[in-house]
């Protein structure tokens, strides 16, 4: 008897423990995809406003929302961000344009 009481404690303590695990897990993995998502946007409407600032002639506006633009965007719209902002910065505007447009592409 005392072994089978053992047993069965073993085996609640394992599913509790499981149960808390999958409580504490969840609303992380919620509050983590929501963030992104909004970020996201956030990125999207400053890369959006940097390439219309740049269209017009506005270098400075357009680095501004540009590197607002890079604290949220990831993979390759990032990538291309980056490298459109090097491009910039360099006085290369046109190469800018092309990055940044393939950087909207890549959402």
Not at 8 to 30: C, K, N, Q, R, Y
Not at 70 to 98: V, W
Request: hydrophobic share 40%; glycine share 10%; proline share 1%.
């Amino acid at each position: 008897m005392n072994k089978n009481f053992k047993v069965s404690i073993l085996v609640v303590a394992t599913l509790i423990t499981g149960m808390m695990v999958s409580i504490t897990t969840t609303p992380l993995a919620f509050s983590q995809a929501t963030t992104n998502s909004t970020g996201g946007n956030q990125g999207n409407m400053h890369l959006d406003a940097g390439i219309k600032a740049l269209q017009s002639g506005d270098t400075n506006g357009a680095l501004m929302h540009l590197q607002q633009a890079d604290k949220t965007l990831t993979g390759a719209a990032k990538m291309h961000l980056d490298a459109g902002i090097k491009a910039l910065q360099s006085g290369d505007t046109n190469g800018a344009l092309m990055h940044l447009q393939q950087a909207q592409k890549s959402q």
